[in-house]
């Protein structure tokens, strides 16, 4: 899906495409496919996601179905807001909505699950939002003469305040879905403290004026602080796991 995503954002932008330094060779930017070859490429890879979806239990078309239309129209939001890092937020977490229906779990019916998936949907916008305005910073000057709005270009002048402030609403929201969802002190230390860590070294380091530098750390950051909230999340699963094996050693004796 994310890569269906990305070939309607270069079908919504082929004629934007070619006054980007970094986008001007895309396939369709710069004619080695027609925008029919594009869709009918996409079309397979929807398909492609469509055969992976129904092997999850029924519910989950449901919940998936509406993230469609973010898929679709996010590619628009540039053209009519400075905050089009919003919308690819809110299209690029709807996994975080799908975890629990894929367990079977109805997110309707069963309102701590509802919470802490909102939670956690929530805390990736942020992180999306808070990458992506690095992303941005690469494209700026490109972007400006082309008309084309991002939150780099309103906020050029405050974009590491702004950056912190997307850190600590990230790294809260993360640890409001462990509250939800019972997590324990290794989720929250390991997982929501190391993020915090591994976000403010990057908002500190990272050279906003340099193309290289936003690359490096928005292909590289993305990783660490991943890693690092993953490693909490397997430190509290590995945890849980000993407890209800020495539970089960325990009343078997």
Not at 13 to 40: E, K, M, S
Request: one cysteine or more; a positive charge; proline letters at 4%.
């Amino acid at each position: 899906m994310r890569g269906a995503g990305c070939a309607i954002n270069d079908l919504w932008d082929r004629n934007l495409d070619p006054h980007v330094a970094r986008t001007r060779l895309r396939p369709i930017a710069r004619g080695a496919l027609t925008p029919f070859q594009g869709l009918v490429f996409t079309g397979f890879q929807l398909l492609a996601g469509l055969v992976v979806l129904l092997q999850f239990p029924p519910q989950c078309f449901f919940y998936c179905t509406p993230s469609l239309l973010l898929v679709a129209t996010y590619p628009l939001a540039k053209r009519v807001t400075y905050y089009p890092q919003f919308v690819l937020g809110l299209t690029f977490s709807w996994g975080a909505m799908m975890g629990f229906p894929a367990l079977g779990i109805d997110l309707l019916a069963n309102q701590s699950a509802l919470a802490a998936a909102g939670l956690l949907y929530a805390s990736n916008v942020a992180w999306t939002v808070l990458y992506d305005m690095i992303y941005a910073h690469m494209d700026i000057k490109d972007d400006a003469k082309a008309g084309i709005k991002s939150i780099a270009l309103k906020h050029d002048a405050q974009t590491k305040p702004v950056l912190a402030g997307l850190a600590l609403t990230q790294v809260s929201l993360l640890a409001a879905a462990g509250m939800a969802s019972g997590a324990g002190p290794a989720f929250f230390i390991g997982g929501c403290g190391g993020a915090l860590v591994a976000l403010g070294v990057m908002i500190k380091r990272v050279n906003l004026k340099s193309v290289k530098d936003c690359w490096w750390w928005f292909v590289n950051g993305c990783w660490i602080t991943g890693g690092v909230i993953s490693l909490g999340l397997g430190a509290d699963y590995l945890i849980r796991y000993m407890k209800v094996e020495e539970g089960t050693g325990t009343k078997q004796e």
